[in-house]
């Protein structure tokens, strides 16, 4: 039946007027050429064309098919140009999911620079996959996730972005704001309030409270990182953020920092990445403007 080769004939003979010069175009032999339109004529029912002197004169269907191939090829001929950018990583949709809730702050940082570098290139932010994004790169959901908490598979590979100190975050009348760090039991007086993620998978209380079998008085769940500043701002309680955050914020607002512990907490954002995938120019390239950012900002 009709396919890509036989119209991909048809333009040449058209183009280069006789089926030898079609041929040498086409990188096949004459016979080659003419044996397989035969067979499509035979196939199809009627002649593509017909001889005149030296050249060949397209019939009726010969003249169709011609503006099929014409209005046809260069579609296919597009197609595979876009593909094989996609394939040298210069073309895409680099989709991130987010597994840490303050760093999307840092996230618009890195993805302006990111578009202008690669204009080819579009980029999607999918927080639904908050801690369950190893299952989303697993199943091609997102390219690559943003997480402070390694879960080492198979398969996966985890770039070291920037490192962090996770800090308590107080306002500046508070009675802790004085202290240099505190320990767990100066906390159970306290209302915390934290982004909206199960106690199990925050490092507040794995690794500071629960050890020391404490808790707040109260846990308080704040989606966004302005309103959780502002209640603490006005002394209503307490919060947990990378240190680099809210340095950003005490420049603005009434609130600073005590360190968790003597030896305080230290955290690393991680891109995970599929294995498959590390050689992707564009993700290469938004994993070195991401630590370029974090280098800026002073959060290394």
Known sequence: MLERHHLSIIREIHRRGSLTAAAD???????????SIKRLEQQLGTALWIKSGRRLQFTQAGRYLLQMAERVLPQFENAEAQVQ???EGQRGTL?????????????????????????????DVKQKFQFGGMGALFSFDIDLLVTPDPLYKAGISYLPVFDYELVLVVGREHKLAG???????QLV???LYTYPVESGRLDIFNQFLTPAQCSPRQHKHIETTEIMLQMVAAERGVAVLPKWLAEQYAEEMPICTVALGAEGIDK??????????????????????ARSAAVLRGTT
């Not at 202290?179 to 039991?185: H, L, M, V």
């Open 25 to 35: 175009q086409l990188c096949l032999t004459q016979s080659a050429v003419s044996h």
């Open 85 to 87: 950018r996609f394939a």
């Open 95 to 123: 989709r991130i999911g987010m597994e840490c809730h303050p760093c999307y702050q840092w996230l618009l940082q890195v993805v302006a620079p990111f578009l202008k570098t690669w204009p080819d290139v579009d980029v």
């Open 179 to 185: 202290e240099s760090w505190i320990e767990p039991e």
């Open 189 to 191: 007086d306290q209302v």
């Open 268 to 289: 690393t954002i991680n891109v995970a990445v599929r294995d498959s995938d590390l050689e992707i120019p564009y993700l290469q390239g938004f994993v070195e403007m």
